[in-house]
């Protein structure tokens, strides 16, 4: 059984970079228009540079003293890719730390080769580190810790 319900194809284009095919996870239950939603913010991506791996944030929600971010986890590798523990932080457009959690992602599973997989994280009460967060302008990141 596959970990993966439907996925639509990747490709790579003339000048090195790196289209993602749009996978959701199985456990993931969503309506016709909640998908092409999802297929639509995917189509409307920037292409990677072959080798990478990145988040792209494309809603913010607020749920009482929550924020709910749906991002795509997004894969240019031309392997499939596992996350475990991982530090995500939210900015603003002037690089200004908002909200920093860290997430355990290892029911996620395997992330294809050259893929992208939406996502949703909860970023509660205790995790801002700003007054507010904007409904624009802001952006989700991996904090990368240097060894």
């Known amino acids: ?20 095919a749009l996978v959701f996870h199985e456990g993931w239950e969503m309506s016709k228009q909640e998908e092409y939603v ?43 890719v596992r996350f475990d523990i991982v530090d995500l932080l939210l900015v603003d457009g002037n690089g200004k730390f908002l909200a920093k959690k860290t997430f355990d992602l290892t029911e996620l599973g395997e992330i294809p080769a050259l893929s992208s ?14 007054e507010a967060i904007p409904d624009e302008g802001w952006k989700i990141a991996f904090e990368w810790k240097r060894k």
């Open 1 to 20: 059984m596959s970990l993966f319900g439907k996925r639509h194809n990747a490709a790579t284009n003339q000048d090195d970079t790196v289209h993602t």
């Open 38 to 80: 999802y297929k639509f913010h995917h189509q409307r991506l920037p292409a990677l540079k072959p080798n990478q791996i990145s988040i792209s944030g494309i809603k913010l929600t607020r749920v009482e003293d929550e924020v709910i971010i749906v991002a795509f986890l997004r894969n240019s590798i031309e392997k499939a």
């Open 117 to 130: 997989m939406p996502w949703r994280f909860i970023f509660e009460e205790g995790d801002m580190l700003a």
